[in-house]
Every structure is written in structure tokens, then in C-alpha cells.
């Protein structure tokens, strides 16, 4: 099988403004945050519902977050 050639363009560092998505610098520091958020809840090995109520919130919205739901459940 012949390989198949591709054009390959290096990345600025931020997935989201490589994208052209607007409000590139906040999408990438929310997407951070949720990804440091997720590593505590299991590096603590806790509930959703444990986690919400250290964070103060619920557990709909601690699902939403570690599921990469835009907007959160209210």
C-alpha cells in the first residue's frame, strides 16, 4: 500500500483560535479549568455529588462540566 501524503500545519498552542472560534483565550482557560477540576475529583476519587458540594453546586452541573457541556444545567 502507497502512503498517503497529507499537509500537516502546526498549532499555535490553542486548539480553539487554530479553530477561529472567537473568544479564544477564555475557551481554552474554561476548557483548562474544567480539565484541572476533573483531575482533583479523581485524583480524590469523589462523587459527583460529593464534588458539588465542596464547589457549592449541584450535581447536574459538576455532570455538565465533566462532560464538556457548554452550558451548564440551572
Not at 21 to 44: C, T
Amino acid at each position: 500500500m502507497k502512503p498517503v501524503k497529507t499537509d500537516v500545519e502546526m498549532s499555535c498552542g490553542n486548539v480553539f483560535e487554530d479553530l477561529g472560534l472567537p473568544a479564544s483565550e477564555e475557551l481554552l482557560a474554561k476548557a483548562e479549568l474544567a480539565r484541572q477540576l476533573a483531575s482533583i475529583i479523581s485524583h480524590r476519587q469523589l462523587s459527583q455529588q460529593d464534588a458539588a458540594k465542596l464547589l457549592g453546586t449541584t450535581q447536574p452541573k459538576v455532570s455538565d462540566l465533566l462532560h464538556g457541556r457548554e452550558n451548564p444545567s440551572d
